[in-house]
């Protein structure tokens, strides 16, 4: 039985170590499949992912992908804030992957998230998803003031790279 366990346990520690591996290649640009991404606002619009940069662009953008069941987010918040605070004049962005709306404004307030929000409501899985080869939450991207991917992946909020990219812009 020992056996067992220990096979599953290292099947999942592969797995994991996997999941977190970036991606091949550093895209700097949303395919239009990305940009015609649904999501829904925090007072329920539907819009796109694309509508959302396009809003913000001329900013400096944090680009932050979690979900309220997702461990590592949470544990990740303290190093959000400090990002923030350290940068105030980056906008912070979120997309969710919450499995249920409520969860995800739920999970807003307890966490006292500041910033914008919106909410894939088709899960993980989708056209944004896939053209970021997302394979791992969370998930930051700096999306420079002209609308390029500066910093196309991070799985932490102090990852030095994610400081580096937002000092050169």
């Not at 290292?10 to 991404?37: E, I, N, R, Y």
């Not at 987010?73 to 940068?87: D, H, I, R, S």
Request: proline residues 6%; contains cysteine.
């Amino acid at each position: 039985m020992k056996f067992i366990h220990t096979i599953i346990f290292g099947v999942l520690m592969a797995q994991a170590a996997v999941a977190q591996q970036p991606p091949a290649v550093s895209k700097t640009a949303f395919p239009d499949s990305a940009l015609l991404q649904p999501l829904f606002a925090l007072d329920g619009q539907e819009t796109t992912a694309g509508s959302v940069l396009e809003a913000n662009k001329g900013q400096t953008v944090l680009l932050y992908i979690w979900a309220t069941w997702c461990p590592d987010c949470l544990k990740g918040f303290p190093e959000l804030y400090a990002f923030q605070q350290a940068n105030p004049d980056v906008r912070t962005v979120y997309f969710s992957l919450d499995r249920e709306e409520q969860q995800w404004r739920d999970g807003i307030q307890k966490f006292n998230l500041k910033g914008e929000h919106y909410w894939f409501k088709t899960g993980w899985k989708n056209a944004f998803t896939n053209a970021i080869d997302l394979n791992w939450i969370p998930r930051y991207l700096i999306i420079a003031p002209d609308g390029r991917i500066a910093k196309y992946y991070a799985v932490k909020a102090d990852d030095p790279e994610l400081q580096k990219t937002v000092n050169t812009l």
